[in-house]
């Protein structure tokens, strides 16, 4: 008898440790919990649900299940007038975390007034959330998030690709949409930095193959959407966010450093494209006067010496910029938000050892996301949340989504377009996504359908408490004007 228990006893320890040992996603899964926030001081209550919808191959097998989580708020009986704004962030290979977490979503992660770590770490509720005035889902792309392959014979090309990630996603977002049944509301997408490739490509596949027109769509820090901008274009739009970093670590002359940010940054635009941008475009064949003083006047606006200039014939990359500006101080600036410092092994050198602000970010975003969804969405599993997932090799063939987008806009009179950016931001400049606006409509008969919104902070601009409360408001504002009266026709 005793050697009986004893063998059972191993054999049921044996059978939960191997069942313990199973990491599985499930293909679909669906958790709801109901929760309330106060909004601009408006008690809003809302459901969460947070789960998994696969991706089908051509004969209806999951092959993939994406990840995503759908606040909707529970007072509304009538959808068909509520927008419903999906989420996307960027990378390629970046988790939904960031604006989920710290941006439109109804709770933002612990940090301080300027965006730093802090601890405890933990959540909050977020009084800006855009909950108040639509849905909102947030999507994790295969391999982000909590997202996988569940088929090990699925083509990776399937997926990571330009046009392959548009693909899936649009035919995801039907799905999606027909589950919850929300055709009639007003829609809207949302990308930050790649997720504006993302995005922007969506809003052309949704339209044609999907037949789901949209009302809006809102580039956060955007990329260069297939736009060309190579050689002097290039080199002479750094410099308004040159201007910008050096503002703000105060490094211009006496007379732009006293005057506020909004009033440099417009002399320094002003002299980019009117005066800068020829200069550089003469190449060798500039006269030495003017050559002159375009060096003097790209150091007056950068913060850069003269010599440092001349010696990258006025093509500066931004790398060197975060390694230049604070040098004789011994710190580097951070590339996606420049506010934020850095230390190096050595001071000699062409670039950071590291992104300062992305180190910075890591530390309190990561620890928020897994505590949230285990404690307040009550997802549990135990696949990794991965923050930057494994899509590499990544297909950037064929990238032309701005003409996806200028398409798009044409076809739908309906169709709005935001920019968002920080001026502070190194990687996706801010005068870069104007220069991409100026550019998505080279014939500007859709110029009142576009819209600029620059804040004091960088690539996640939503980061610093101001930009938050403003960011979040510039939203509110966009879908009240992309929302046509009842009964309006969608025609030219």
Do not use: C
């Amino acid at each position: 008898m005793k050697k009986y228990i004893l063998l059972l006893t191993f054999g049921l320890i044996f059978n939960y440790q191997s069942k313990s040992q199973e990491r599985k996603l499930e293909a679909e899964e669906e958790i709801v919990t109901n929760h309330q926030v106060s909004i601009k001081g408006e008690k809003i209550s809302y459901s969460a649900q947070t789960g998994t919808q696969p991706v089908w191959d051509e004969n209806g097998k999951p092959i993939a299940a994406v990840h995503y989580t759908f606040y909707k708020r529970s007072d509304i009986s009538n959808t068909d007038r509520r927008p419903l704004v999906i989420s996307f962030n960027g990378g390629p290979g970046s988790a939904s975390v960031w604006m989920h977490l710290a941006y439109t979503g109804p709770k933002i992660l612990r940090i301080d007034e300027e965006g730093f770590p802090i601890q405890p770490y933990g959540v909050k509720d977020n009084p800006h959330s855009i909950l108040d005035v639509a849905d909102i889902v947030y999507v994790n792309p295969v391999n982000t998030g909590y997202s996988r392959i569940l088929d090990p014979e699925a083509k990776k090309e399937t997926f990571f690709g330009v046009n392959q990630d548009i693909e899936y996603l649009a035919e995801w977002i039907n799905t999606f949409v027909t589950r919850i049944n929300r055709w009639n509301s007003p829609k809207y997408l949302i990308g930050e930095s790649y997720g504006t490739t993302r995005v922007s490509g969506l809003a052309l596949e949704l339209q044609n193959n999907q037949w789901m027109y949209l009302n809006g769509v809102i580039l956060v820090s955007p990329t260069d959407l297939g736009i060309d901008r190579s050689g002097a274009v290039e080199s002479a739009n750094r410099l308004p966010y040159f201007t910008a970093a050096a503002w703000y670590h105060k490094k211009l002359p006496a007379d732009l450093q006293s005057k506020d940010l909004d009033v440099v940054l417009a002399e320094s635009e002003s002299y980019t494209l009117n005066h800068l941008l020829p200069a550089i475009a003469k190449g060798a064949w500039i006269s030495d006067d003017e050559k002159e003083k375009a060096i003097q006047n790209f150091s007056r606006f950068s913060g850069l010496s003269e010599k440092v200039i001349s010696q990258h014939n006025m093509d500066v990359p931004t790398s060197f910029f975060w390694k230049e500006l604070l040098r004789e101080e011994g710190f580097t600036i951070g590339r996606l938000d420049s506010r934020y410092k850095g230390i190096d092994r050595m001071d000699a050198g062409t670039r950071p050892d590291f992104n300062s602000e992305l180190t910075s970010w890591l530390h309190s975003f990561t620890p928020a996301i897994n505590y949230y969804y285990r404690n307040f969405l009550g997802y549990k599993t135990d696949i990794k949340y991965n923050m930057f997932g494994p899509v590499r090799p990544w297909d950037n063939s064929n990238d032309n989504t701005g003409e996806n987008l200028r398409q798009a806009m044409a076809q739908n009179p309906y169709l709005h377009t935001m920019v968002q950016s920080g001026y502070y931001d190194g990687a996706t400049t801010y005068f870069d996504a104007k220069y991409t606006m100026w550019h998505i409509d080279p014939s500007g008969k859709m110029k009142d359908r576009f819209s600029f919104k620059g804040y004091r902070s960088g690539h996640m601009m939503y980061l610093r408490a101001e930009d938050l409360a403003t960011s979040n408001e510039d939203i509110r504002k966009f879908i009240e004007k992309s929302l046509p009266a009842a009964g309006t026709p969608a025609k030219y």
